[in-house]
């Protein structure tokens, strides 16, 4: 981060993002074993900018895509706000850039949660790009429908080094307060099965 930036930020948020501890731990964070779920991401056409790789902002709607697409077939979030009894909030993003990919490429997006509070989830974040074969990976709609989870063959496809690491916070509200309300025990259940991976 650029001095200049750094200096219109608050001292709390400043710190948060150029403290060298907080990079070490993103930046140790970078393999497989790191995470429990797994998403193929298929890039598009859209996601290339002028210099010919995925523009940096579209790794966030990879990450959200991965987060939510766990919550929802994993832990039965409900994403409509007419019947859902708790909205999902995200209250922070950050992402680390190690290796610029493009489209067509289809890497995998990977998960684990760091920690859950009473109201809030902290999850780890990585994208690894596919192998460098004359073969895109196959990825079939059950993948791209269940994801996988570490440990499955399909992984052997996707490099050992994450091409982008990345955290985010989400705090549940009830969406008639938008006040933080408890996660439900199914809905903990779902995501403790992806700490294990966090705690490495």
Known sequence: MTCWVSRLLPRNVRSLGTSPKNQRV???HQ??????????M????????????????????????II???????CGLKTSLLTSPMVGFMVTNQCT???PISFPQVPVAALAVEKMGHSSVHYRLALFPPKATKELPSVNHWDLSDGFFFGHPKLAHFESLACATGSSVHVFVNPATSKPMGLPEDFRKGLLRLMSAASV
């Open 31 to 40: 393999h497989h074993e790191d995470y429990g779920y797994f998403l193929p």
């Open 97 to 99: 850039f190690h290796k």
């Open 68 to 74: 939510n697409h766990y919550l929802i077939r994993y």
């Open 42 to 65: 298929q890039t598009r056409w859209q996601d290339n900018d002028q210099y010919g790789h995925v523009n940096n902002a579209v790794y966030y709607s990879y990450f959200d895509t």
């Open 26 to 28: 993103v930046d140790c």
